[in-house]
DNA sequence: TGGCTTATCGCAAACAGCCGCAATAGTGGT
DNA sequence: ACCACTATTGCGGCTGTTTGCGATAAGCCA
């Protein structure tokens, strides 16, 4: 079933503005920022308001076809749901960022589950800290 | 060493300002916001800028004096350095806050640091997920 | 005590992101 | 092809937080 479908099957609607989104964060190969995806969209449609660009991927995420990651700085990054799940650190004195394979995160999230009934979403937000 | 002359050591002056903020975090027992602390003050002296309160809790965090955490809204959480350490679960569909012994996070931090030569800080970012 | 340096201040404007509203436009049914 | 229903849009305004600015005042020395 292709998005189009699964977007009507609950209720939702493909509009322009929601296929350039989906457009933007197919081009895009890693994580994105909302302001990435609205400047570009905008540059050709600039009658396309920011906010529809954030209540789409909000849409787009509540259908489970992208994520959004929080990182140090304020700015929330978004990338599809389908590419392979990892983890992220990200150094607090120079910035760096890398990923990190989402096994080397189970263990925790195994132990919050069995003894605090918890279901970690251990991906969400970057782990901060200080790289060599 | 008191923090006056802790703040002059590092070439940092004491101000009525920062003695407020100082004040306030010591009055609070958990975790307060920023606008928690500048309400409170503004209160009694309404001509201090929440952009002064913001950039104090800034210099007595470079300082060590303080620290912050991130949870799953975009408020940043503050206290003192002093308090026991500590990781936060967050629910994402209840909203519901919980305390985690630091000592859970520590075979993961420990697995970071060894095989990544990257020393994580655990307690910045509470963890997301979603609770029984 | 008075003067000098400069950290810090209050203010105003910018930032990413969110929300309510009335107007617009997908969609499913006829 | 048209209609009715309502999801979605653009807009304006608001949030919490950060930043650049010129003015103020803390701290040091004479």
Redesign the pocket.
């Known amino acids: 079933m292709g998005i ?1 479908e699964r ?2 099957a609950s ?8 296929r350039l989104v989906l457009e933007a964060l197919q081009r895009a190969r890693h994580h994105v ?3 990435d995806i609205a400047t570009r969209i905008r540059a050709r449609h600039p ?6 660009v ?3 991927l ?2 787009l995420e509540a259908l489970g076809y992208v994520t959004h990651t929080h990182f140090d700085d ?3 990054r978004w990338h599809r749901a389908d590419a392979q799940r990892h983890g992220h650190l990200v150094c607090r004195s120079c910035g760096a960022e890398q990923e990190l394979p989402i096994g080397l995160l189970e263990p925790l999230a195994r132990r919050l589950r069995d003894d605090h009934g918890f279901r970690a979403d251990l991906a969400h937000s970057a782990i901060v800290g200080i790289c060599k």
Not at 11 to 18: A, D, H, I, P
Not at 47 to 52: A, C, G, K, L, V
Request: glycine share 4%.
């Open positions: 189009d977007l009507r209720g939702m609607r493909m509009t322009v503005q929601r920022t909302a302001e009658q396309i308001d920011p906010s529809t954030y209540r789409n909000e849409a304020r700015v929330t």
